[in-house]
């Protein structure tokens, strides 16, 4: 079976959640305004190779006639949705308030673990960790809760401000370091919050 590419995933979820929820699958026409497609052609050509990729089947002459197949049910069972909460600084540190930013679907296979209700994302703005290969646009996976070792990167909030730096310890004392030559390190005057420490990577290319 062949690979789908991240727009046809994010269509096939879509089509299975419908699927699962409601009972039927979308038109092309909601899928198409679901997605922001300019129209319902787009929608048929996506669903076209994803049914070509054989994830997908449609029943003659029925309506609604869209059925995931059952190697897609099977993957699902791999899979799981991680809560995304807007950007996180890679860079100075912000002073901004998370909110809520849909979530992301990763196989749990492909990240090496399995997330817990603790586990959340965030989409990294800067490049002050490209040191550790954390780029401008990534989602970053952390897990809510855990300790953090020296070493470890972590979301943290130092004097109120939220920032993705790696956690050091020197002295006895904690501070965060970034992973470019740019920036300096932060060191708290006031208090140092662990937000998660992180467990995974997930990078995007434009379609």
């Known amino acids: 079976m062949m690979k789908l590419t991240v727009k046809q995933q994010r269509v096939l979820d879509f089509i299975h959640k419908c ?14 305004a679901h997605f922001g497609f300019r129209s319902p052609n787009a929608a048929t ?14 029943v003659p002459r029925k309506a609604r006639a869209l059925r995931v197949t059952s190697a897609l ?9 991680i809560p995304l909460y807007g950007t996180i600084p890679a860079g100075f540190s912000a002073d901004r308030e998370q909110q809520p930013d849909g979530c992301v679907t990763v196989d749990v296979a492909s990240i090496g673990f399995k997330p817990t209700r603790n586990t959340f994302a965030l ?47 020197k002295n006895g004392r904690p ?16 208090e140092l919050v662990i937000q998660g420490v992180f467990r995974a990577l997930i990078r995007q290319t434009n379609e």
Not at 20 to 26: L, S, W
Not at 48 to 58: A, D, H, N, T, W
């Open 73 to 81: 049910l099977k993957l699902r069972g791999r899979l799981a949705d």
């Open 175 to 190: 501070f965060l370091k970034a992973e470019n030559p740019k920036y300096p390190d932060l060191i708290p005057s006031e």
């Open 123 to 169: 989409r990294v703005a800067g490049d002050s960790m490209i040191g550790r290969h954390i780029c401008d646009g990534d989602i970053a996976v952390f897990e809510h809760g855990a300790e953090p070792r020296p070493g470890q990167i972590v979301a943290a909030l130092i004097d109120r401000q939220s920032t993705l730096k790696t956690f050091v310890v």
């Open 19 to 32: 699927q699962q929820t409601q009972g039927v699958t979308p038109t092309h026409q909601e899928i198409a």
């Open 45 to 58: 050509e996506h669903l076209r190779l994803i049914r070509r990729k054989g994830f997908l089947e449609s």
